[in-house]
Structure formats: structure tokens, C-alpha cells
């Protein structure tokens, strides 16, 4: 049975795990390589996830099937300007082949409920192009995009 539940130290050996499998995943697509980089947790993966545990501005999260760890999530609180809340999803991954059974569903719906718990007026999250089960996914769940980031590379850019 599919389930979802608060993260704990116990569970960092498998988040890295799979974060690292996300981010082999995500580097497929434009922009992942950046999105590693520069969005994704910082390694070393147990220790920015420990962090994370440890703040109360922050939600991490594990699905479950038969109690086995096969995704997580993880959502962030950002403080606007206007001293407003924003919502972040930082990490929802779930094993390619757990997907369409509801975990993901589930933990997107929890981390939708801490949001709204620490009074977030919105939330964001991430799908890069071509990534269109990621972007579908959220749109399931949602989620509408609000903007669109262009993107020049310098380095391969003739003078």
C-alpha cells in the first residue's frame, strides 16, 4: 500500500540516493545541467537534507509503498518582499517505475497542506522544457505556469 509520511534522519542515505537518481534524470533535459547547479540541493545531499529536516520553514517528505521508500519531497517557504509566503517544491521524485500509482499525488498534496499551514499565499515548482510528464504532473495537481526563464549560453556563444 501506497503511503507518505514526515522524513527522519534515518531516510537521508535514501533521499541522496534518490536525489542523485533525479538529477540523472533531469540532466537529460535543456536547462538540467543548470538546474543541478544552481536550484538542486547542494551535496553533500545528506547534510543539505539533514538541514532541511531541521527546519521548521521546511517540509521533507518520503513515499512509501509497503513501507519501502520509493520518492520524496520537498518544499521550502520563501519570504516575499511584501513579507507575503511563497510555497517552494524543491524536490518531488519518485522511482520511474512507482510512478502513476499515487505517491507522487500524495506527496504533492502534503506539501500543498504545509504551505497552506505556514501561509503560503501560492506555491511554486519546477519542470524544465521537454520534460512533459513533470510538467503534466503539476498541471494535475494545479499548478499553472506563471512565467517563462530564457536562457543564453555564453560559453558556446561565437563573439
Not at 45 to 66: F, H, K, N, Q, R
Request: with cysteine.
Amino acid at each position: 500500500m501506497e503511503g507518505c509520511r514526515s522524513a527522519t534522519a534515518e531516510d537521508l542515505p535514501r533521499i541522496a540516493e534518490l536525489a542523485r537518481g533525479h538529477r540523472v534524470e533531469v540532466e537529460q533535459y535543456r536547462g538540467g545541467l543548470l538546474w543541478r547547479d544552481r536550484e538542486a540541493v547542494a551535496e553533500p545531499l545528506e547534510d543539505s537534507y539533514g538541514a532541511l529536516l531541521d527546519d521548521a520553514e521546511a517540509c521533507v517528505l518520503v513515499g512509501t509503498i509497503d513501507d519501502v521508500v520509493i520518492g520524496f519531497g520537498v518544499g521550502t517557504v520563501d519570504r516575499l518582499r511584501t513579507g507575503q509566503a511563497l510555497g517552494v517544491v524543491r524536490d518531488l521524485y519518485v522511482e520511474p517505475e512507482a510512478r502513476e500509482i499515487g505517491v507522487g499525488e500524495e506527496i504533492a498534496q502534503r506539501l500543498i497542506a504545509f504551505f497552506r499551514a505556514a501561509g503560503c499565499v501560492a506555491a511554486d515548482a519546477w519542470a524544465l522544457p521537454g520534460d512533459r510528464m513533470t510538467k503534466n504532473f503539476f498541471e494535475d495537481q494545479g499548478f499553472v505556469a506563471r512565467g517563462i526563464v530564457v536562457h543564453r549560453s555564453l560559453t558556446d556563444d561565437p563573439e
